[in-house]
């Protein structure tokens, strides 16, 4: 009885694994999508600074509600300088300008890079699946043992 749920445990403890290397796999798409944007949120520390910064860009008309933004996403896109404006209500607005070299500054001063987000939850995947494979093989090493004593 004890062997079968010893068994048990280290089945569900090998599928914890797989599903572990599988979600590492997949998150190299997010990882490579994410590569080069660097997002910062926007807060009311900021958002008047992002304000002044934005209204130096000749594409900047009262169509973008700053005090609605939530949060820009900088990419360089072809040696163009592309930011993705992201609004509370859902609403996406982009702007393509390179006179906006002080907001690029400043994303990528106080911003976070999207791909380094999944790398880091990438990394913690990969500690805690050495950490289960540790147990299953002190699981797998009991199992042995009781197999050892039954043959005895």
Same mark, same amino acid.
């Given at each position: 009885?004890?062997?079968?749920?010893?068994?048990?445990?280290?089945?569900?403890?090998? $599928?914890? %694994?797989?599903?572990? %290397?599988? @979600? %590492?796999? @997949?998150?190299?798409?997010? $990882? @490579? +999508?994410?590569?080069?944007?660097?997002?910062? #949120?926007?807060?009311? #520390?900021?958002? $008047?600074?992002? *304000?002044?910064?934005?209204? *130096?860009?000749?594409?900047?008309? !009262?169509?973008? +509600?700053?005090?609605?933004? +939530?949060?820009?996403?900088? @990419?360089?896109?072809? #040696? !163009?300088y592309?930011?993705?404006?992201?609004?509370?209500?859902? *609403?996406?607005? =982009?702007?393509?300008?390179?006179?906006l =070299?002080?907001?690029?500054?400043?994303?990528?001063?106080?911003?976070?890079? +999207?791909?380094?987000?999944?790398?880091?939850?990438? %990394?913690?995947?990969?500690?805690?699946?050495?950490? $289960? #494979?540790?147990?299953?093989?002190?699981?797998?090493?009991?199992i !042995?043992?009781?197999?050892? =004593?039954?043959?005895?």
């Amino acid at each position: 009885m004890k062997r079968n749920s010893l068994v048990i445990l280290e089945l569900i403890l090998m $599928i914890a %694994i797989f599903i572990g %290397i599988v @979600f %590492i796999v @997949f998150s190299g798409y997010f $990882i @490579f +999508k994410g590569l080069g944007r660097t997002v910062v #949120n926007v807060n009311n #520390n900021n958002r $008047i600074v992002i *304000e002044q910064m934005l209204k *130096e860009s000749k594409y900047y008309d !009262d169509t973008y +509600k700053i005090n609605d933004l +939530k949060k820009i996403q900088f @990419f360089m896109n072809f #040696n !163009d300088y592309e930011f993705s404006l992201y609004y509370k209500n859902g *609403e996406k607005k =982009e702007i393509s300008d390179d006179n906006l =070299e002080n907001l690029r500054s400043y994303i990528k001063q106080n911003g976070y890079s +999207k791909a380094m987000y999944y790398v880091t939850i990438d %990394i913690i995947i990969i500690l805690v699946v050495l950490v $289960i #494979n540790v147990g299953r093989k002190n699981l797998s090493n009991k199992i !042995d043992l009781i197999d050892k =004593e039954d043959k005895i």
